[in-house]
């Protein structure tokens, strides 16, 4: 039998989860789900990372232990899965024996081939990232991602020989097109194999900085490094090195968010092949989601909570939704009015009107049992013709984690068969008496609709389980599939049971008023809008505060004059090609051309909003280059909690004007 191994990153455990960790574990649920319909030995992981200076912060804040913290949040993680209808297989942490031992074992391995040495290193080490960074990696003497200054560190580590094996990664990567999907991220692990800032990886820490992990096996006063530690999972939960499992399902195939592309797409595969084991089939990359183009952000009160939405909305519709609106690989806005849209235009006015009228008219005609029927005209046969269709291309693009539009092609079928009863009018067939002709219409909508509910299990377990039972089908109550060869399932539109008694009426999909949630959405921002004036007069009370108690030292006017400050509006904005926080603003201060200036907003202004702004900027900045672009001024920010604010007139200014 074939086997399907599926992992998400075991998520790092300094925080409770949320949105991001909730679409990438849904994924993972639907893309074990379908492979189970498809008949394959299925296995789905996920768990928790809970190793390194964040954790050891993190629990020193709350007054408990490491050990205690890491349990207490690795729980809120193991009791949210359930609840938003995921049903992994196992569920690793690192702090588990047989993980440690595994580690300890993977070590020992690289140690003993010689690709693991014992060196003198002064790195830039960022604690946000928990990692070194060298020279070329930096920007401008910032870490890339968090864009604050690393600390410098001189100790005495182990370092894997990362760059012995990035030649060889980087001809795998170009011999297997699909080994990092979807390509864009093909792209940027090249780019970063190619730029020549990748070197040898510091894999321990020592125990005078840290305690809190994995002892090295071959120095007691050494613990190993959280992303060497915690990769090592995708195999130590299958029982590596002589386990069954690690025999039966590896290789799999690993789920991460953009973020994490680095570690999974570089320091793993290289780790493997140094280990002398299988590489991974394929590294699936998604984007971020955001709410209204903005970073979530506890004081902004816009953070989004799964459970809630799953128990406000509806668990399946919410899962749908995540699968349908974002676009495998960029990034999503999110927001309530985009789901209830979704709901009532797809699942009300589509699936759940046609299961609601089909399902009427077999009352009303056949007392409810499903009728026979034979194909026999045109319109017959061309709606048998795209049910194949649609299933196979469904098949064909969620094989491939393109979801959004693997729903989209099931929805052509759906949008087909309500178009199909309105042309064939049952109403009509059945006043004239022609009930060889209704029975035949109602049983090609029926067949198709059962095909629908079969594709939709993976994404909609319990709604596609309450379709099937309308349709008379036995559905298994125990998580198991309703088939086990989806594939099988396109050659006709056999299937039905007919004679089987179906659901008199149905409502799976209620409309959501809009105007309600109009309402509720007001009144939230409102109480939004408040707590921001709340955050900001606490910040300003701050900042007065310290500035009294620690004040700056003076300037003379005359260096205050030396600064090049005015007025520009915004020409064009778009997002860096290669760093999330960073946008590309093209500015007109009056100097014929627009001037580039690259400003860390990307989390707090969308691009296509900046367009006819206008901003204050330094000008007479020396130029600098970050992540290959040249950034020519510095953007004028005010500090709003965790937020910014871009400063600009209070009325429009001619584009160039002096700020005294």
Same mark, same amino acid.
């Given at each position: ?27 993972a ?34 007054g ?15 009791a949210?899965?359930?609840r ?33 040495y ?13 990692r ?47 080994f ?13 194999l ?24 071959f120095?007691?006063d ?11 999972n ?62 979530m ?13 799953g128990?406000?909305y ?13 676009h ?16 009532n ?25 499903i009728? +026979? ?41 759906v ?5 199909y ?34 594709c ?7 709604a ?17 599939p ?38 509720e ?18 910040d ?15 300037i ?5 004059k ?8 915004v020409v ?7 760093a ?18 690259l ?22 900045? +020396? ?10 001024g ?27």
């Amino acid at each position: 039998m074939k086997t399907f191994y599926i992992t998400t990153p075991i998520y790092y455990v300094n925080a409770n989860p949320h949105l991001g960790h909730a679409y990438t574990t849904i994924v993972a649920d639907a893309m074990a789900r379908f492979h189970r319909c498809l008949g394959e030995d299925t296995l789905f992981l996920t768990g928790t990372d809970e190793h390194g200076d964040k954790i050891v912060q993190a629990a020193e804040k709350r007054g408990l232990t490491p050990r205690q913290f890491v349990d207490e949040i690795s729980g809120h993680f193991r009791a949210l899965w359930p609840r938003l209808g995921i049903a992994n297989d196992r569920f690793v942490r690192t702090t588990d024996e047989q993980h440690k031992a595994a580690v300890q074992d993977f070590l020992q391995k690289v140690y003993d081939a010689g690709d693991i040495y014992f060196g003198e290193f002064g790195g830039h080490y960022c604690y946000g990232c928990e990692r070194f960074y060298t020279e070329k990696e930096l920007e401008n003497g910032l870490c890339p991602q968090h864009l604050t200054k690393p600390e410098f560190i001189s100790e005495k580590n182990y370092f894997f020989r990362m760059s012995k094996y990035l030649p060889w990664l980087r001809e795998y990567i170009l011999a297997n097109p699909d080994f990092i999907r979807p390509e864009r991220y093909r792209g940027e692990v090249l780019a970063m194999l190619e730029s020549g800032a990748l070197e040898d990886l510091c894999i321990s820490r020592p125990k005078t900085r840290l305690t809190w992990g994995i002892e090295l096996p071959f120095d007691h006063d050494y613990v190993c490094y959280v992303w060497f530690d915690a990769l090592i999972n995708y195999i130590s939960a299958l029982g590596w090195p002589g386990g069954a499992e690690y025999a039966r399902y590896w290789p799999g195939e690993h789920l991460v968010a953009k973020d994490i592309l680095k570690p999974h797409a570089v320091f793993w595969p290289t780790m493997l092949k140094a280990a002398g084991l299988p590489l991974y089939r394929h590294l699936n990359v998604h984007g971020y989601w955001l709410v209204r183009d903005t970073k979530m952000s506890k004081s902004l009160g816009n953070v989004v909570d799964p459970l809630d939405m799953g128990q406000r909305y509806g668990l399946d519709a919410f899962r749908y939704f995540l699968l349908r609106e974002m676009h495998f690989g960029s990034d999503a806005s999110f927001s309530e009015e985009a789901l209830v849209g979704r709901i009532n235009a797809d699942l009300a006015n589509d699936l759940g009107n046609l299961f609601s009228r089909v399902l009427s008219m077999t009352a009303k005609y056949c007392d409810s049992q499903i009728p +026979a029927g034979t194909v026999h005209t045109d319109a017959d046969r061309a709606i048998e013709e795209l049910c194949a269709s649609a299933m196979e291309n469904y098949l064909q693009l969620f094989r491939n984690v393109r979801f959004a539009q693997a729903l989209e092609a099931l929805w052509e079928l759906v949008r087909a068969l309500n178009k199909y009863v309105d042309s064939q009018a049952p109403w009509t067939l059945a006043k004239e008496g022609q009930q060889e002709r209704l029975s035949t219409v109602l049983n090609i909508l029926l067949a198709c609709m059962r095909k629908i509910a079969l594709c939709l299990w993976p994404v909609m377990p319990k709604a596609a389980g309450a379709m099937l039972a309308q349709l008379g089908e036995e559905v298994p109550d125990d998580g198991t599939p309703p088939t086990r060869d989806l594939a099988a399932e396109t050659a006709s539109l056999s299937g039905l049971r007919v004679g089987a008694k179906a659901a008199p009426a149905s409502n799976l999909f209620p409309r959501i008023d809009s105007a309600a949630l109009a309402e509720e959405q007001a009144a939230k921002k409102a109480k939004s809008q408040e707590k921001t004036k709340k955050v900001q007069a606490k910040d300003e009370k701050k900042k007065a505060d310290a500035a009294a108690t620690s004040p700056l030292p003076e300037i003379s006017f005359d260096t205050f004059k030396s600064l090049d400050l005015r007025v520009g509006t915004v020409v064009s904005a778009e997002r860096h090609p290669h760093a999330d926080r960073l946008l590309r603003l093209l500015i007109d201060f009056g100097e014929g051309e627009p001037r580039q200036i690259l400003s860390g907003i990307a989390e707090y202004y969308a691009p296509e909003a900046l367009a006819g702004r206008q901003v204050c900027a330094v000008l007479n900045l +020396a130029p600098r280059k970050i992540r290959g672009l040249m950034s020519c001024g510095m953007v004028l920010t005010a500090g709003v909690g965790d937020c910014c604010r871009l400063l600009t007139p209070d009325e429009v200014v001619p584009a160039g004007s002096p700020i005294s």
